[in-house]
């Protein structure tokens, strides 16, 4: 492990949308760790038990498919803004869901290292902004981990490509399309240098929007046929979403599979059952508008880096979303060569961040790798332009623009807008658009005590420094005397002060966790639960009846037999679920 004999690791974390996963490099190999389930893959979900027990991962996804109140899904989406998810009666933040699971896999390593576990690195999408970069180390501090890097989603994949590829040369593409992110990275590898030409992306696109477009594409077949908008009907809605997710996957190993989806509750009460069949055509003509706004990334990739398709040599398929037939041939068709799955898509994040702890660590074994990254985004400062006698303010000027190697530290100077000007208001934005408004405003600082000049002799320089971990630092500076202020904004949405993340600390270690040995038995159940009420006739009959058997097993608590009932019972689930 990273470090050498003794040292702790540092962990490699792919926080993702869907699914997060946890990995360290051992004897020289990034490896997945599993979880309480001996599963690598652990659902990004969060829910209370009737109990007021947490649940985190599989049991919890489950049991939020049955009733989307009592549990949340997709909060990563969130992240960088103050939006509230209410479970169990109270609120919780993006950070503190993130930091739920966070926690829950820190938990999973150190069960796995026989260790306490402190640090980490922690991937985000590449186009993932500042403050959503800064919540995510935040949910890091709130569940106990010193997060010692951010590093981008597909630059991780690269590094665990590159660890395995140092010997050659070539330009590469990696398409990183998981649950709620894609993301498009060009890089070059030369003997174990791989530096990151560019990148680009869509925080919020990803397989749950292909999920979406299926549901909606089988919603208003239901509402031609039994004049009911499922879309209005929350729990029927869930259900209908998570089955085609199943759809999904099935019609990327088959041509047609069957949707069966028996008493679907409306809020009037009444119950109806969908029943049709789907062929693969007819979900690709669904996913057309999601799989246009796949390409746009990818040719903005391309343009940044001032490359044409025929100059990659490489197409790396990275994450779930790539197994779809209709993402590799789309892929195909853009770059003229078949893309390539050299790394297990789910795994391909968390084995790259594990190599980059190593590499943090110290580990001789990745000592010759060395990596550079870009900054994703423009980012500059909101400026007052005059045309004619008029002055326009809100215009962008850009400091620091997208594409910049990073780290780096740029910096432009700025006049004062009147005579004796004697404050400033530096308000810092992040986009690619001429005006303010158009951008995502970072934050503002007000500069106070200029000292009296005219506005032509009264100058201040604004430095920005970008680090590897993509956070943004801001310097002002005024010419004439040398003061110097940090630009540091406290309050904005998504951020919190270190009283807040210790707050948060402290109310999530009163929460009373589920216990981990009994989450075997509470996700088999839960799982099982979720898919009885999809179920009909024969089988719905003999899944009841193995709920029963592991139910009656835990009442007479007999450890023995409860690992074999609940290893029936998962078979079975196994079995109706993908058939």
Request: net charge negative; aromatic share 4%.
């Amino acid at each position: 492990m990273s470090g050498g004999p003794g040292h702790k690791p540092i962990l490699g974390i792919d926080l993702g949308t869907t699914y997060s996963l946890v990995a360290v490099l051992r004897d020289g190999r990034p490896t997945v760790l599993p979880n309480a389930l001996g599963e690598v893959l652990t659902p990004s979900a969060v829910s209370f038990t009737g109990a007021g027990e947490v649940l985190v991962g599989a049991a919890a996804k489950a049991q939020a498919v049955l009733d989307p109140t009592s549990g949340a899904v997709a909060f990563k989406r969130d992240m960088g803004t103050d939006r509230q998810r209410i479970l169990s009666g109270r609120g919780f933040t993006p950070q503190e869901l993130s930091a739920l699971v966070l926690g829950s896999l820190k938990r999973d390593a150190e069960a796995a290292l026989g260790m306490p576990i402190e640090e980490a690195v922690v991937t985000v999408p590449a186009y993932f902004g500042d403050l959503q970069r800064q919540a995510t180390r935040d949910a890091g501090a709130i569940a106990g981990l010193k997060v010692e890097r951010i590093i981008n989603e597909p630059t991780a994949a690269a590094l665990a490509y590159g660890l395995h590829e140092r010997g050659r040369e070539l330009r590469v593409a990696v398409l990183d399309l998981g649950g709620g992110t894609f993301d498009v990275t060009v890089l070059e590898i030369i003997e174990g240098v791989i530096e990151i030409q560019s990148s680009a992306g869509d925080a919020r696109l990803g397989g749950e929007d292909f999920d979406t477009a299926l549901a909606r594409h089988v919603a208003r077949a239901f509402r031609e046929k039994q004049g009911v908008n499922l879309e209005e009907h929350a729990a029927a809605w869930s259900r209908l979403r998570e089955a085609c997710e199943g759809v999904k996957r099935r019609l990327s190993a088959s041509e047609r599979t069957r949707l069966v989806l028996p008493e679907l509750p409306l809020e009037t009460g009444r119950r109806l059952t969908l029943d049709l069949e789907l062929s693969r055509d007819e979900a690709e003509q669904a996913w057309s508008s999601v799989l246009e706004r796949v390409r746009g990334p990818i040719r903005q990739a391309l343009k940044d880096a001032s490359l044409q398709s025929k100059d990659i040599d490489e197409v790396l398929l990275v994450g779930g979303s790539t197994r779809m037939p209709c993402v590799a041939a789309m892929s195909a068709e853009l770059f003229g060569r078949l893309p390539l799955r050299k790394l297990p898509p789910d795994e391909a994040v968390a084995l790259g961040a594990a190599v980059q702890g190593a590499m943090k660590g110290g580990d001789r074994a990745v000592e010759d790798l060395i990596v550079t990254d870009v900054a994703p985004f423009t980012l500059g400062v909101a400026t007052m332009a005059q045309a004619g006698r008029q002055h326009v303010t809100g215009v962008f000027s850009p400091i620091l623009e997208r594409g910049t190697v990073i780290p780096t530290s740029r910096v432009e100077r700025y006049a004062t807008s009147s005579d004796f000007q004697r404050e400033i208001r530096l308000e810092v934005y992040q986009g690619e658009h001429a005006r303010c408004e158009d951008n995502v405003k970072l934050g503002e600082y007000r500069f106070q005590g200029l000292p009296p000049a005219p506005a032509s002799e009264q100058a201040v320089d604004v430095r920005f420094t970008y680090d590897l971990n993509g956070i943004l630092e801001v310097e002002v500076t005024v010419v004439a005397t040398g003061r110097k202020e940090a630009f540091v904004i406290e309050q904005r949405p998504g951020r919190l002060t270190p009283a807040q993340i210790e707050d948060a600390r402290q109310r999530m270690a009163a929460l009373k966790l589920h216990p981990r040995d009994a989450l075997p038995n509470t996700t088999a159940l839960a799982r099982a639960d979720a898919l009885f009420v999809e179920l009909t006739g024969a089988p719905r009959e003999e899944l009841a009846a193995a709920i029963a058997g592991l139910r009656l097993a835990l009442e007479a608590q007999e450890p023995g037999r409860i690992a074999e009932v609940r290893e029936r019972l998962n078979a079975l689930v196994r079995a109706f679920r993908d058939r």
